[in-house]
């Protein structure tokens, strides 16, 4: 130790001279330290013989040092050195040396990290056109609606927009597919475009010299972060990314293009993928003037090749949170990410950490037709989607260039900047809204989406939610009527089990290895916590080919979140490592009962795991405002869960359900009837195999709060789950639920049959991701019987004339060319993924 510190000390430098020196990565290593009150930065700088170069953004006590490279290897030792100090002090250790302070000064040291250059952000979209069919106007039944036409032209009239292409904005108001729009025109009409409000677009620069886009650049918020300089000029020749998803939001009315969906708005640039860029300025960069930028619009995140598992570093996690606690004056600032285009791929929005944070609104994509375009992710994290290309168009807007528009926008990098024009209208009527509010704006006023390969789950709150489009696709309108009047939430509050310790074999194919955890009312009630809007789960799994895993998680009233699925491009040789999932399924539940994870094994192969534990969190409102602390600033994942607190958790192999529920043999006598799901209590697990249905309704009736839980008013949807139109049989509740789940199971059943054949016309199925949701739900039937209903509901079809079969061509062939195409290995199609597209 003595020696280091000598070595740290011989390399101080005077400052007047370290100040001389131009510091760049070329010549010199950077670090991010974040000091505690006790310590100035300067004294930290003098002690590691750094450089001070200031405060790392918005983050209060996070500073940035730098040093000459050469010499950077002991300051690293250094860090190192007080970083397992640290460690050893918080696990209580009584090593006198390590109470004793440091003579450097260094113990207000609290956190440090190298940083370094990366380019691990992309872009998302637009997907390559050329791989999706131009539409056969021979066979395209192009319905023009003339009296819609009519309409258009009288709303374009009556708000004197004479953007020579507002006709190609179909996003913006549909002739063709009259109502697949984001239904903006009416709040326009209202006089609602978006004044007050400023966007940030995140992304590769911004033509702030585009005619389109000049009146409503706003300069105080932008900076480009990978040239240094305050304007966000797009610098490379394919930067228009971020130019093209600003003119989705704010592209001025006038005679240039066509408009925003708030083109009275403003726009800021914040550039950052065009070059690699550090966690520090990352960080800075999504607070980069938050009193100004209200929104932060984000269609980029790690790549999405369906293998990548990848979350922001803390200080981006914390400059998130710091956002959320400080921007816009405390009331938060509102994070839009696209979902990410590796639909195709099997890639899911769950493995991207700025995707599936609580903190951003995660939006996804809708085609022309209303149909889903095959490359949107789905996820438990998504909330909603908007319209972007597919089914033979694409999103019109502005591009780089002085008078340059472009009709190839895509991808669901077109799809969030369009959600995020219709949050900033909601916030020009309701500026007070807080981040939480926008989301519940989102939840509430989102139309569902029927589609016919797709699981919708009912909610208690009477909402309807599906993993490839959210809770539905914005509705402008809804958004803006609901804003206006709009009650403001209380503080946010949060409820954290502790590690549930299971460390069990998860059994290779469809059952799966399920684990407990009782939320009684009082644990709730101690974290002052009413209702749930968010649920993650952290977990570790060790494994030998991550791709094979799923993992979905019950709530206490019968949704089911799909955490994981499986992806056959994944095959990294790890689990999951302290990962956390995201669901906003179970928003407005109470939290209260059995919260049951299932980790499955999809694979029977060579792959062999070990589910170790995991620990849940509900976010949700508090009950009383008045005692609620914020959050604090996340920490980094902190490996001693897995020696300390854990508990044991109740452990049970999943009833294997894939085959006719009645023809489960009772043999089975090893399994404890009746078993109850424990609470906190330290238990040993206990292990079972496949229970029969008279078990299973056991444990159903175990549960403590399932439907019949109807203590709080806003569980419409769960007192309500049967309509009242069916008879009842004079039955109790459960009772009625395995009457209609028996009924529901065969209609079920036979309409499987027909989905089978189906099937079998269609190979696009054959690679559907989806696939595996639409079976598990029907045979899911039985253990789900709390929500009977939800099964058919997926199955309503979107109807009319819309579903016509060219879309379906256009995924069939997609799919086709996919299948004997480069991109088996997913790396052809990771390139093409991200490919840009050609200039218009
Ligand atoms: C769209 O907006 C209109 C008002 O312009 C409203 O009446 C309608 O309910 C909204 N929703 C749909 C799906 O059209
Ligand atoms: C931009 O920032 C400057 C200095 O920070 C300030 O004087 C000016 O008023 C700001 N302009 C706007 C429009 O906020
Ligand atoms: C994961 O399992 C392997 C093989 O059983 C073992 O060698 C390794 O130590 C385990 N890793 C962790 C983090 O538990």
Known sequence: MRVLKAAAFSLLLPASIAQLVTRTHDTHDFFALHLDDSVAPENVAQALGCHHEGQIGSLQGHHKFSIDRDQAPAVELLLEELRVQQ?????????????????????????????VLKHRLHKRGPVDLSSLPKPDEQLTPRQVDQDAIIRQKRIAS?????????????????????????????????GITGKGVVTAIVDDGLDMDSIDLKDNFFLNGSWDFNDNVREPKPRLSDDRHGTRCAGEVAAVRNNVCGVGMAYDSKVSGIRILSKEINDADEATAINYGFQHNDIYSCSWGPRDDGQTMDAPGLLVKRAMVNGILHGRDGKGSIFVFAAGNGGVADDNCN??????????????????????????????????????????????TTDVGTETCTDKHGGTSAAGPLAAGAIALALSVRP?????????????????????????????????????????????????????DWELVKPQSWYTSPWLRVQKDIPEGDQGLASYFD??????????????????????????????????????????????????????????????????????????????????????????????????????????????????????NDDDHNIEDAVYATVSIKPHTKTQPTS?????????????????????????????????????????????????????????????????????????????????????????????????????????????????MIDDEDDDAEAPL??????????????NAFAEESDEELLSEEDDGPYRDGTGLTEKSHKNEPEA
């Open 87 to 115: 460690k050893l002090r918080r696990r209580g250790s009584s090593d006198a040396s390590l109470l004793q302070k440091r003579e450097d000064g260094l113990d207000g040291v609290l956190w440090s990290q190298k940083l």
């Open 158 to 190: 009556d708000l004197e927009i004479r953007d020579p292409h507002f006709d190609k904005q179909w996003h913006l108001f549909n002739p063709v597919q009259v109502g697949n729009d984001l239904n903006v025109t009416g709040v326009w009409l209202e």
């Open 351 to 396: 493995f991207d950490g700025y995707t599936n944070s609580i903190y951003s609104v995660t939006v996804g994509a809708l085609d022309q037709l209303g149909h889903h375009p095959s490359y949107s992710e789905a996820c438990s994290a998504q909330l909603v989607v908007a319209y972007s290309s597919g089914g033979g168009n694409s999103i019109y």
């Open 432 to 484: 007070d809204l807080t981040w939480r509010d926008v989301q519940y704006l989102m939840v509430e006023t989102a139309v569902p989406i029927h589609a016919e390969h797709d699981e919708v789950q009912l909610t208690p709150i009477g909402r309807e939610y599906s993993h490839q489009y959210g809770y539905g696709v914005v509705d402008t309108y809804a958004l803006v009527q609901k804003a206006k």
């Open 519 to 636: 939320i009684t009312a009082d644990m709730l009630k101690q974290a002052n916590f009413e209702r749930v809007e968010h649920v993650t789960v952290t977990m570790n799994v060790n494994h030998t080919l991550r791709g094979d895993l799923s993992v979905e998680l019950r709530g206490p009233q019968g949704i089911v979140s799909h955490l994981s699925v499986p992806r056959k491009y994944d095959r990294a040789e790890a689990g999951y490592v302290d990962w956390t999932f995201m669901s906003v399924a179970h928003w407005g539940e109470t939290g209260e009962g059995v919260w049951s994870i299932v980790v499955k094994d999809t694979n029977v192969n060579e792959y062999h795991g070990v589910f170790t534990d995991w620990r849940l969190t509900l976010w949700g409102v508090s009950i009383d405002p008045a005692s609620q602390l914020p959050h604090p600033l996340p920490e980094e």
């Open 664 to 776: 489960v043999a009772t043999d089975h006598p090893d399994r404890p009837v009746n078993e109850k799901p424990s609470d906190t209590v330290a238990k040993p697990t206990t292990t079972a195999m496949a229970p029969t249905p008279v078990e299973q309704e056991e444990e159903e009736e175990a549960k403590p709060s399932t439907v019949t839980d109807e203590t709080s008013p806003s569980q419409t949807a769960s007192q309500g789950f049967l309509p009242s139109f069916l008879p009842t049989f004079g039955a109790q509740p459960h009772t009625q639920i395995w009457i209609y789940a028996s009924i529901a199971l065969i209609l079920i059943f036979c309409l499987a049959l027909g989905i089978y054949f189906q099937v079998q016309r269609r190979k696009r199925l054959r690679n559907n991701p989806h696939d595996d949701y639409e079976f598990e």
């Open 790 to 803: 939800t099964g058919r509901q997926g199955r309503k079809r979107r109807g009319g004339e819309l579903y």
